[in-house]
């Protein structure tokens, strides 16, 4: 468990450095050059359209990875400067591993070996939960669970998502609350509404260009 903690760890620490404020104008730049038009956001096999939501906006650097910042200070400020997300085929073990765990009989069992071969049910106090998603074209599965071991300073309600769509999906994580502040601010109903503005994109749907949009060729 410890390992399969280690790696989420290694991958969030991992797109901070990809999307760091440094990188983020040219992520900008990239993303609004090709979906000006269409607002159509590529990451992976994945197109989709995602509202940009309480201040916070999605970035895609090269087609392969998102991020999803918010803002964290300001009224409308987050627990979380923000999000990844990743697009993965959409099999039960690459599901059940980005969501750490699997819904079995009604109860939530987390991964207890990599990659999710084993698994054991959530400890009571994990509080884990499944939250229903509404999706326009697509299934969501999702749950929270509570941080029981670390800090308790700093321990978290984790939120965890897939957007299911044909034979891919669309995950991620985020803390959405603090449990050191039971009656704090709880961040999931916010979080919820930006991931349920996602659309689905198929190609047939994308706009066809016109002859106008056509290169020119080049002189001879």
Same mark, same amino acid.
């Given at each position: 468990m410890i390992k399969f903690n280690m790696i989420f760890i290694l991958i969030s620490m991992l797109c901070e450095l990809l999307f760091g404020n440094i990188a983020m104008a040219e992520i900008s730049r990239e993303s609004s050059a090709k979906n000006n038009d269409s607002n159509v956001r590529v990451i992976g096999p994945c197109r989709f359209r995602m509202a940009d939501l309480f201040g916070g906006r999605l970035a895609t650097r090269k087609d392969k990875v998102g991020a999803y910042f918010l803002p964290w200070v300001g009224p409308q400020r987050f627990r979380s400067e923000g999000f990844s997300l990743f697009c993965v085929k959409a099999t039960d073990v690459k599901i059940a591993i980005l969501l750490d765990g699997k819904l079995i009989d009604?109860? $939530? $069992?987390?991964?207890?070996?990599? !990659?999710?071969? +084993?698994? +054991? !049910?959530?400890?009571k106090e994990a509080n884990a939960e499944t939250v229903p998603l509404k999706g326009r074209n697509w299934q969501g599965i999702a749950n929270t669970a509570d941080d029981t071991t670390g800090d308790e300073r700093w321990r978290a309600r984790w939120f965890r998502f897939c957007l299911i769509h044909e034979k891919n999906a669309l995950c991620g994580r985020v803390p959405v609350k603090r449990l050191s502040n039971p009656k704090g601010r709880d961040d999931l109903p916010r979080i919820k509404a930006i991931l349920e503005s996602v659309e689905f994109v198929d190609p047939v749907d994308l706009p066809t260009p016109g002859i106008d949009d056509a290169p020119a060729l080049p002189a001879r």
């Open positions: 009604g109860r $939530w $069992w987390r991964c207890s070996s990599y !990659p999710c071969t +084993e698994m +054991e !049910p959530y400890e």
